[in-house]
């Protein structure tokens, strides 16, 4: 549905594309002058990125974050959260890099064409943050992810009405682990009316919906711990989870 929220959000990630094209011309990671042909990072970079290899591992050390809490079908990660390459998500998160943040994605897409997925979920932004910053970066990777997926699979599509972000914040003295994620959880919330509408529409099929939950990062797993369990509150469903990168 176009709206004129959806269209200012467009003109402002597409400002933001714009200045990102304008940054400097040197690599993102190591800093040397890139060429001509190559954009944010260099070549031996991108060739040295430091692979989770997540999506080829059985039971990968990614998956394991979630045993015992949420039912988690597979975690996808890009690359490995560590030295130069923190840069890459600190150039999505603060600022605006709205065009690696679509070609990450793709990138991570193209790890995840294997699975079945009907459902690309952004982790969604407190909205506070989101008016600050002008865009949520999960979607943006979405949009890389749901792109890479086009050839494959077709009809999955970004579903941003499903999980939603309260106006929440944790506090100082919420400090013992098993307090902080469910505090976390606390901080969202699920779409019931949304919820019933694919429960449904997948169940006239005779089918379950499988649900990619996507974030840039995936460390503690708090944050994509309390979506998925809030999800599978709502819906019968199966959850895997994306991030680009991920903190061993
Ligand atoms: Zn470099």
Redesign the pocket.
Known sequence: MISAKNITEDLNIWAKSVASVMMSRE??????ALQAFETD??T??LTDLPSSYTWAEEDSPADKVFWGRTRIEKVTSLFLYRG?YKKLLYSIKYKGNVRLALRLGRLLGERIAEQHIDFIVPVPLHPAKKRKRGYNQSEIICKGIEAALKKKMPLAAIENRLLERKNFTLTQTQKDRADRWENVRSAFGVNRKRAEEIGREFSRRGKIPSILICDDVLTTGATLDACASLLHRELDCRISIATLAYVP
Do not use: D, N
Not at 27 to 32: E, I
């Open positions: 690599c993102l990671c190591c800093g040397k990072i260099c031996a970079c130069q």
